[in-house]
């Protein structure tokens, strides 16, 4: 799968699949009967044997996958202060199949919501590689603008990113600490890779979305870098009012006392 930060990974499961993927490897290879689990004992080693069975068509492309192993018997262990500690032993070992590279790769823009990353206010693109390739050396661009406005409001930039073969991951664009507002947006994206495999390759997207008012509310309230709420200008307005007030009645007092006197 490709991961959320651009990168290929092989220990995870991946939480969506792209609606491209023909072949998954975890359904093509199949351990030997007995070997789920195995023990290797003390400074030995032990051969596990399994089956790949190529799918009929696959002819042009890559498979990516990996043989997964983690130790037995591991779970939570409590520490000397209460504190529940979840370290486990594993180990991966990726596996690559290829046929035929394709002619040239293929990327496209998928949704574009607003949403939260590490509870940072966000816009996120899901960026698709629809095609049976390995996209390398890939940078993307993104911005964020009002529809029909050219000001860019929110910018992100990233390179070296490398992606598996027919998958996706969202990428973010950050408000930091600006206030996410309810709206009409267009997002731009630009999105080139150098991968040696092919010539340079460029794409540009763009996107029109909403932000809704329930979205903007939400989001700014679970987000933990939304800046302090601005005080509303009838705040000032009632403050005003009420020294105004104060004031007028300490003189109509201090008068008041005075004319009795005389």
């Known amino acids: ?54 799918p009929k068509g696959f002819d042009t492309g890559v498979i990516l996958g990996s043989w997964y192993f983690e130790k037995m018997g591991q779970g939570a262990k409590k520490a000397s202060k209460g504190v529940n500690i979840n370290q486990k032993y594993s180990y991966a070992l990726a596996v690559k199949l290829t046929a035929k590279e394709i002619a040239q790769p293929k990327l496209t823009l998928g949704t574009v919501t607003p949403g939260l990353r590490n509870y940072r206010k966000v816009v996120l693109a899901t960026i698709r590689n629809p095609e049976p390739a390995v996209v390398s050396q890939l940078k993307l661009t993104t911005k964020v603008t009002r529809k029909g406005s050219s000001k860019v409001l929110y910018q992100n930039s990233s390179d070296n990113l ?7 991951f969202t990428y973010p664009t950050f408000l930091d600490d600006q206030v996410m507002r309810a709206g009409d947006y ?18 540009h997207w763009s996107r029109d979305f909403k932000i809704t008012t ?3 509310r939400q989001n700014n309230q679970k987000a933990k870098n939304d800046p302090a709420a601005p005080i509303s200008i009838w705040w000032y307005v009632l403050i005003v009012i009420v020294i105004a007030g104060l004031s007028a009645g300490i003189v109509y007092l201090i008068m008041k006392r005075h004319n009795r006197r005389t």
Do not use: C, H
Not at 162 to 168: G, K, L, R
Not at 186 to 199: E, G, I, M, Q, R
């Open 1 to 54: 799968m490709t991961n959320d930060s651009g990168q290929i990974a092989y220990t995870q499961t991946a939480k969506r699949y792209d609606a491209s993927l023909k072949y998954r490897f975890d359904q093509i290879a199949t351990l030997a009967a007995g070997y789920d689990k195995v023990t290797v004992p003390a400074k030995s080693n032990r051969v596990v044997s399994a089956t790949i069975n190529i």
């Open 214 to 216: 329930e979205q903007a």
């Open 162 to 168: 490398i992606m598996a073969p027919n998958s996706n």
């Open 186 to 203: 267009t997002l731009s994206v630009t999105a080139t890779t150098n991968d040696s495999k092919w010539a340079k390759k460029t794409w």
